[in-house]
C-alpha cells in the first residue's frame, strides 16, 4: 500500500511537471497584446480615443480607451493572426491605421496614434480672365477666425486648409488689381473642400515723360504706344510734354517722331498699377533733312535760291547802271571831271 502511494505520487509529480502554460495563454491572461498611446496635433496626452482591433479571419472586434495620460492597453485572448488597428474621436482622424498586423502567441505589440481635426480647405484660381496671377492674397474672415493663403505657379491656384467649420466672407487681392467683386458668404462645412475661383481686373498703368531736343523740350513730337491688346497715341505739348493714362500692364513698343528728326522706337513693359516715366532726346536728321527754310525747300536748296536771287539782284542792278549811263553819257563825264 505503502509502495502504491508513493507510485501515485511521482506520477502526480510528473503530470504537473508536463503541464506548462503556453505563452498564448499567458499572453491572454496576464499580458496585453495591443498597448500604445494617443497624442494631439501638438503632442499632448488625448484621452477618450477609442482604438480597436479586428482580426482579418474572424473579424473579431477588440476595443480600448485611452486614459487621461492618451495610453491605452488593450487585454484579451487574442487568436494569433493579423489583425486592423484603428483609432477613433468625434469630428477626428488617426495620422495612421494599421493594417495586417501580425500577433503571434505571447506577443505583445505598441502601436501609437496621432489623432488630427476634421476641418475644412477651400482651394481655387486666381486669374484676370485668361492669364493666372501669382502671390495673389486670398483671406477666409469672420467674426472669429481669419485664414489666408496666396496664389502659386503654375496656373494661380491657392489652399487654405485646417478651417474651422463656419460661415466666411472670402476676398482675393493683390497689389496693382482691384481687390475681389464682393461675393456671398462661403459656408465651410466639417470635412468638406469646396472651390472659389477669382478674377482681378488689373489697376491701369501710367505713363509720362518729356522729349527733348538739344536740351529744350521738343512740341510736336507725335508719341504712339502699342501692343497687340492695346494702341494710344498722343502729341507732346508745348513743353515737350506727353501722357498716357488707363494702360492696361504689358510689354508694349513706344515710338517717337517728328518731320525733320530721326524717329525712335523703344520698348517698355508696364505692370499693374505702375506709374513710369520715360523720357527720350531727339537727334536731327541731317540727311534727310526735310525742314524748310525758304518757299518749302530744305536748307541746301534754300541757300541756292538765295545766291540765286542774288545774282539776279546784281545782274539787274547792272543792267540798270549801264541803261543809265547810255542814255546820259555826261554822268559819266561828270564822274571824271570831278576826279580830275
Given at each position: 500500500?505503502?509502495?502504491?502511494?508513493?507510485?501515485?505520487?511521482?506520477?502526480?509529480?510528473?503530470?504537473?511537471?508536463?503541464?506548462?502554460?503556453?505563452?498564448?495563454?499567458?499572453?491572454?491572461?496576464?499580458?496585453?497584446?495591443?498597448?500604445?498611446?494617443?497624442?494631439?496635433?501638438?503632442?499632448?496626452?488625448?484621452?477618450?480615443?477609442?482604438?480597436?482591433?479586428?482580426?482579418?479571419?474572424?473579424?473579431?472586434?477588440?476595443?480600448?480607451?485611452?486614459?487621461?495620460?492618451?495610453?491605452?492597453?488593450?487585454?484579451?485572448?487574442?487568436?494569433?493572426?493579423?489583425?486592423?488597428?484603428?483609432?477613433?474621436?468625434?469630428?477626428?482622424?488617426?495620422?495612421?491605421?494599421?493594417?495586417?498586423?501580425?500577433?503571434?502567441?505571447?506577443?505583445?505589440?505598441?502601436?501609437?496614434?496621432?489623432?488630427?481635426?476634421?476641418?475644412?480647405?477651400?482651394?481655387?484660381?486666381?486669374?484676370?480672365?485668361?492669364?493666372?496671377?501669382?502671390?495673389?492674397?486670398?483671406?477666409?474672415?469672420?467674426?472669429?477666425?481669419?485664414?489666408?493663403?496666396?496664389?502659386?505657379?503654375?496656373?494661380?491656384?491657392?489652399?487654405?486648409?485646417?478651417?474651422?467649420?463656419?460661415?466666411?466672407?472670402?476676398?482675393?487681392?493683390?497689389?496693382?488689381?482691384?481687390?475681389?467683386?464682393?461675393?456671398?458668404?462661403?459656408?465651410?462645412?466639417?470635412?468638406?473642400?469646396?472651390?472659389?475661383?477669382?478674377?482681378?481686373?488689373?489697376?491701369?498703368?501710367?505713363?509720362?515723360?518729356?522729349?527733348?531736343?538739344?536740351?529744350?523740350?521738343?512740341?510736336?513730337?507725335?508719341?504712339?504706344?502699342?501692343?497687340?491688346?492695346?494702341?494710344?497715341?498722343?502729341?507732346?505739348?508745348?513743353?515737350?510734354?506727353?501722357?498716357?493714362?488707363?494702360?492696361?500692364?504689358?510689354?508694349?513698343?513706344?515710338?517717337?517722331?517728328?518731320?525733320?528728326?530721326?524717329?525712335?522706337?523703344?520698348?517698355?513693359?508696364?505692370?499693374?498699377?505702375?506709374?513710369?516715366?520715360?523720357?527720350?532726346?531727339?537727334?536731327y536728321d541731317n540727311v534727310n533733312n526735310t525742314q524748310t527754310f525758304l518757299l518749302g525747300l530744305d536748307l541746301a536748296h534754300s541757300l541756292m535760291i538765295i545766291g540765286l536771287t542774288v545774282s539776279l539782284m546784281v545782274l539787274v542792278i547792272g543792267i540798270?547802271?549801264?541803261?543809265?549811263?547810255?542814255?546820259?553819257?555826261?554822268?559819266?563825264?561828270?564822274?571824271?571831271?570831278?576826279k580830275d
Amino acid at each position: 500500500m505503502r509502495k502504491l502511494s508513493v507510485v501515485l505520487l511521482a506520477l502526480a509529480l510528473v503530470l504537473c511537471s508536463a503541464y506548462v502554460p503556453d505563452r498564448a495563454s499567458s499572453a491572454g491572461v496576464n499580458g496585453t497584446d495591443f498597448v500604445g498611446s494617443v497624442v494631439n496635433e501638438t503632442g499632448s496626452a488625448f484621452p477618450g480615443v477609442e482604438v480597436r482591433a479586428i482580426n482579418v479571419t474572424t473579424l473579431m472586434t477588440y476595443k480600448a480607451t485611452t486614459g487621461a495620460d492618451g495610453n491605452y492597453t488593450m487585454p484579451g485572448n487574442f487568436v494569433p493572426g493579423l489583425y486592423n488597428v484603428t483609432a477613433h474621436f468625434l469630428n477626428h482622424s488617426a495620422n495612421v491605421s494599421y493594417v495586417n498586423v501580425l500577433i503571434k502567441s505571447g506577443q505583445s505589440v505598441r502601436l501609437n496614434f496621432t489623432m488630427l481635426e476634421v476641418l475644412c480647405k477651400l482651394t481655387g484660381y486666381v486669374t484676370n480672365g485668361t492669364t493666372p496671377i501669382y502671390q495673389a492674397t486670398v483671406t477666409l474672415i469672420n467674426e472669429q477666425r481669419s485664414y489666408s493663403n496666396i496664389s502659386v505657379n503654375p496656373l494661380g491656384r491657392y489652399e487654405i486648409s485646417k478651417v474651422q467649420p463656419g460661415t466666411y466672407t472670402v476676398v482675393a487681392s493683390k497689389v496693382g488689381y482691384y481687390s475681389s467683386d464682393p461675393m456671398p458668404p462661403v459656408v465651410l462645412v466639417r470635412g468638406e473642400t469646396k472651390n472659389v475661383d477669382f478674377v482681378l481686373q488689373e489697376q491701369p498703368a501710367e505713363l509720362g515723360g518729356m522729349v527733348e531736343y538739344d536740351g529744350d523740350g521738343l512740341k510736336g513730337v507725335t508719341v504712339k504706344l502699342s501692343s497687340t491688346l492695346f494702341t494710344a497715341e498722343t502729341i507732346t505739348d508745348e513743353d515737350g510734354n506727353y501722357s498716357f493714362s488707363q494702360v492696361p500692364s504689358g510689354s508694349y513698343t513706344i515710338t517717337f517722331s517728328k518731320e525733320s528728326f530721326l524717329t525712335i522706337t523703344l520698348t517698355v513693359g508696364l505692370t499693374p498699377f505702375e506709374v513710369r516715366e520715360l523720357d527720350a532726346e531727339m537727334e536731327y536728321d541731317n540727311v534727310n533733312n526735310t525742314q524748310t527754310f525758304l518757299l518749302g525747300l530744305d536748307l541746301a536748296h534754300s541757300l541756292m535760291i538765295i545766291g540765286l536771287t542774288v545774282s539776279l539782284m546784281v545782274l539787274v542792278i547792272g543792267i540798270y547802271v549801264n541803261y543809265k549811263i547810255r542814255r546820259k553819257p555826261e554822268l559819266l563825264d561828270r564822274d571824271d571831271s570831278e576826279k580830275d
